[in-house]
């Protein structure tokens, strides 16, 4: 707002109330109110998904209540929610962000194990979760950080969407059954500490490796464009990662929830091989992965440009 604006304001408004010196605060006024603006925005705006994921677990209670039903959540009697929830949560991911889905013929008929790059949140995965079971008519399994069965209120939801703990036999006979499981090797570290750059944070980590070879299922390299733009972390304060390393809880702020351009790529399946290491299929797993990021992801990442890919007409190709 121009200073001659802002005066002649000030000049009404000291004429209305009789407020002497507005002008000498109104200027102070306004800066405030711009800076309570951008607070709200970047810090509550991403509670928003909380909400909904709330949201959906009370339609979950709903549904059981209404039916009567005490069978368990991965049943056939629970399949009339788990679309709905689908369809609930592709709705929103096309409406904040414009959400798209390549590569989906490169999942395998049978089971498998998608491996993907792990954003400050996991929306992306779920809106994955969503689109493939109503495209597709596919079920994916998920595998969550132990703390999130620690979340008040969300026994239900993960019990319907078939949130797994991870254990490495609980992974292998679900695979062997014919089902299809995501992970993000990363985990809550690679959430919260990894950065604009993309960059892959694995540690040692090769579990996920030696559960593909022992279900003998290939892995499916899974990536989301922008997936760090719509939301942020302030990971990169020393402070914070240290406290999370001895406390091991979540406890980095998040900032965002900007409407940016998703796209999800599912790369070419990795084929199991009966003589391959779990070092070795780790080091091939995390090579395809980056190749992905680099083939889609501008480097480093921009929330500018990611809200500006909104409005591209044209989609990049697979």
Known sequence: MPMADLSSLAYMLEEWTVVEYLEKYLIYVVIASITMSAILFFFIVPLTIIFFIYL???????????????????????????????????????????????????????PGLVVFYHGATPADCVYFIARLLIQKKRYCHVVADHFVFRLPGFKILLDAIGV??????ECVNALKKGSLIAIAPGGVREALFSDEMY??????????????????????????????????TLGGIKILRSLYERIRLPIVPVYGGFPVKLRTFIGKPIPYEPNVTAEELTAKTKATLQALIEKHQQLPGNIFRALMERFQTQKKED
Do not use: C
Request: proline share 5%; net charge negative; hydrophobic share 40%.
């Open 199 to 232: 960059t892959i944070l694995w540690g040692n980590r090769k579990g996920f490796a030696q559960v593909a070879i022992d279900a003998k299922v290939p892995i499916i390299p899974m990536f989301t464009q922008n997936v760090r733009e719509g939301v942020r």
């Open 164 to 169: 797994m703990h991870g254990p490495k036999e």
């Open 56 to 110: 959906t677990n009370i339609l979950l209670l709903m549904h059981q209540r209404n039916s009567e039903t005490e069978a368990d959540p991965l049943s056939d009697t629970w399949d009339s929610a788990r679309k709905t929830i689908a369809s609930f949560w592709d709705m929103y991911a096309r409406i904040w962000h414009g959400y798209e889905l390549h590569g989906a013929e490169n999942i395998p008929e049978g």
